[in-house]
């Protein structure tokens, strides 16, 4: 019984989280700075252009990890998303990760969209959402689409528990997630994340995994 109770309490939080539709109008920029081993290597940040009902959100990421002065991986990647009425019209990027270029160009085509990426092409449905660290819906999909390469990828997220921080000298309250593959996928494939997110403007504070080393994307500025 008090089982029963704790799981029918977790819904109700995990439901109440997304209770308002999230909102970006008001949103002009995410900064986030990109860590491994508690240490700053490089940031991602998105910048917001709007226009009536439509939007268009860049990207910019670049980070290296360097281990006795040498470069032993690097990320360099810039994409483009543009939304109409919440509505992803096409998504596009490009990325070098080491001497590797990926890429990923995607349509809207009326009730599906048509991927053309390094590592996947097809169609994949519009339930979908692009896995940037921007957008909160990435919590309330099963099925996410790589911005790197355009994979497909089924997962789960749960709900974990409350959190509090200290920001810009404010305590913000904010809600932790676990999201995981669904899917058995090499080690390297896998979706492994806790996520700790604003609810009320929808803003990720913190991204964190282990994937050789401890990795992290938190949260620099917004506006």
């Known amino acids: ?15 109440n989280v997304f209770a308002n539709e999230i909102d970006y109008k008001n949103i002009t920029k995410i900064e986030m700075d990109v860590l491994r081993n ?17 939007m268009i959100v860049e990207n910019y990421t670049e980070f290296a990890v360097d281990l006795l002065g ?7 990647s810039k994409s483009k998303e543009i939304y109409k009425n919440d509505k992803l019209l096409s998504f596009e990027s490009t990325t070098l990760q080491n001497d590797k270029k990926k890429f990923v160009k995607l349509i809207n085509d009326k ?45 789960e997220v749960k709900f974990i ?31 492994d994340f806790d996520i700790l997110l604003e609810p009320n403007e929808g803003i990720i504070f913190k991204v964190k995994y282990n994937r050789l080393g401890s990795w992290e994307y938190r949260l620099k500025n917004y506006e």
């Open 1 to 15: 019984m008090k089982k029963s109770a704790f799981i029918f309490f977790v819904l109700i939080l995990f439901s």
């Open 161 to 191: 528990n409350e959190d509090q921080i200290e920001y810009k000298g404010k305590k913000i309250k904010l809600s932790r997630f676990k999201l995981k593959s669904t899917e058995d996928l090499p080690d390297d494939k896998k979706l």
């Open 38 to 54: 508690d240490k700053i290597i490089g940031y991602s940040n998105y910048f917001f252009k709007h226009n009536k009902d439509n």
């Open 70 to 76: 040498i470069k032993v991986f690097s990320i360099n």
């Open 111 to 155: 009730n599906k969209y048509i991927i053309n990426g390094s590592s996947f092409v097809g169609e994949a449905s519009q339930e979908n959402i692009i896995g940037n660290w921007w957008n909160a819906k990435i919590l309330k999909t099963k099925t996410q689409i790589s911005p790197l390469s355009g994979s497909v990828k089924k997962q």
